[in-house]
């Protein structure tokens, strides 16, 4: 069966400094990823989604940034937090075929301070 | 771009009630998904919808694929106390991706 893990769970960062969030899936190759965003426990934003390595697009523009080394392994970072990037970020896999439902991790509670 | 209206907002039930939930678009979709997010983590499929008029179940939950193709609505029958949580409806019309609705918010008053 699929798994996938999200980490870590919750982080306080200062404005200013740089962030690493990880991804990654397990039972499965070549799916397609995706990091949302959840402002106040509702309404999930898409960030970025990717359907192979090194294949990243964009949904919104903004301070962050993705990137997908491994197959199974989708990074969302930023050089400079701001107040606003603070939320809960949820990981996101699915098949790579249409219609795919897609299946989430536990989500980063992530708090600029 | 596509957008869902989900309603109700918010929903204050008693223990043993059913409920209903509704999603709306103003365009069509060829995929319906019902989501649940409980507290801190993750939303989990509860039910996916590939077919106008389409009607799945799973457990107490039932979910319907509106034969318009712009509509699905979520029922829980006897609702429980962990049935409590936030139910998300997601719409799919091609492999652009999914279009979330803002959130059922389930609360069981005591």
């Known amino acids: 069966s699929q798994t996938i893990h999200q980490w870590p769970a919750t982080l306080v960062q200062p404005v200013g400094s740089p962030l690493s969030l990880e991804c990654t899936v397990e039972?499965?190759?070549?799916?397609?990823l995706y990091w949302y965003r959840q402002a106040a426990g509702r309404g999930l934003q898409l960030l970025f989604y990717?359907?192979?390595?090194?294949?990243i697009s964009s949904e919104v523009p903004q301070n962050l940034s993705a990137s997908r080394p491994q197959d199974r392994q989708f990074i969302l970072s930023s050089k400079k937090l701001l107040l606003s990037d603070s939320g809960f970020y949820l990981c996101?896999?699915?098949?790579?075929?249409?219609?795919?439902?897609?299946?989430f991790g536990n989500g980063t509670r992530l708090t600029v301070t | 771009g596509q957008q869902l209206n989900q309603s109700p907002q918010s929903m204050f039930i008693q223990e043993g009630e059913d409920v209903s939930m509704n999603c709306t678009s103003s365009?069509?979709?060829?995929?319906w998904l019902w989501y649940k997010q409980d507290p801190g983590e993750g939303p989990v499929l509860l039910i996916a919808?590939?077919?106008?008029?389409e009607l799945t179940s799973n457990g107490r939950l039932t979910a319907q694929f509106g034969i318009t193709r712009k509509d699905s609505f979520l029922n829980i029958s006897a609702s429980i106390p962990s049935d409590v949580g936030i139910y998300f409806c997601?719409?799919?019309?091609?492999?652009?991706?999914?279009?979330f609705g803002k959130g059922t918010h389930l609360i069981i008053q005591p």
């Open positions: 997601a719409g799919q019309l091609d492999a652009d991706g999914l279009t």
């Open positions: 039972g499965t190759s070549n799916p397609n």
């Open positions: 919808l590939y077919k106008a008029g």
């Open positions: 990717s359907v192979g390595i090194g294949q």
């Open positions: 365009s069509i979709f060829n995929t």
């Open positions: 996101a896999w699915s098949w790579d075929s249409p219609y795919s439902p897609l299946h």
